[in-house]
């Protein structure tokens, strides 16, 4: 069995990467799942009725900071420290992060531990749905949780807050890049949250997530990748900061990035669930300038 030129254990690892790991000690296995409530999918029941053998649930709404009004936001340090502890995830040990979509929310685990300045973490390519259409081992058992300590360094570049992204905006420091659907970003589609205005960041670029997908839900290569971005227009010589609606899926274009080699990005945490509420921010509609 070859290994997939996708295999890179700080980014993004193939199905069969997992399957010849799986039982590696050191490995830990996180099920990302997360959808919008109009997806009508309960993460939840489904890890609890099958998933990856040793997988733990990472619940990205209850691994959050609760104390914002935005939703997912990234959890404090001691929070993730202790949440992981209690998953049994620590120093020392290889990260696989997957999701029942493909790759949607998995990222923003991998964002997440990146943030806390962990780097031994990939997302499973294909995540859930291929590693089920290749006839691969599930399991309904929860893992044997043995504690591990966990050293976190957290890499404050990694995030933006709504002052940084509205500073950018006007001095256009950076590119911001939106990855919700174009009808969303020209504005033309309601958001999924009530009270949100319609549109995007003025001078935003639109590179809806899924453009960085394959069909079969793979991330594309390198190479495709850097023409997706090129050709909706983002200058790759600038910083990047990823937007969406509430910061899951900005993480999949972040994770992009990083696969072609672009490490000066951030993440747009609070998102347009954020910019989209103050009155006072400007909006955009249409298409990107």
Known sequence: MTPSPADDPTTLVSTDW??????????????ASWYLPTQNRDAKAEYDRAHIPGARFFDIDEISDQRSALP?????????????????????????VYDGA???????????????????IAVL?????????EGRETEDLPPVI????????????????????????KLKQAEIIDARGAARFRGEAPEPRPGLRSGHIPGSKNVPYTDVLN??????????????????????????????????????LALALERIGHRNWSLYDGSWAEWGMYEDLKVEKGPQA
């Open 215 to 252: 069909a079969d839900g793979t991330m594309k290569s390198p190479a495709a990748l850097k023409a997706v971005f090129e050709a909706a227009g983002v200058d790759l010589a600038k910083p990047a900061i990823t937007s969406c609606g509430s910061g899951v899926t900005a993480a999949v």
């Open 125 to 133: 390519d294909g995540g859930l749905p291929k590693w089920l259409a």
């Open 146 to 169: 043995r504690d591990r300590h966990m050293t976190v360094q957290r890499q404050a570049g990694l995030v933006k807050d709504v002052t940084q992204v509205a500073h950018a905006a």
């Open 72 to 96: 997912h936001m990234a959890p404090p340090v001691e929070k993730f420290m202790s949440r992981m502890r209690a998953m049994g995830v620590g120093d020392g040990h290889q990260v696989v």
């Open 18 to 31: 997992l399957a010849r790991h799986l039982r590696d000690p050191d490995l830990r296995i996180l099920d």
């Open 102 to 120: 493909g790759i949607f929310s998995a990222p923003r685990v991998w964002w997440t531990f990146r943030l806390m300045g962990k780097t031994d």
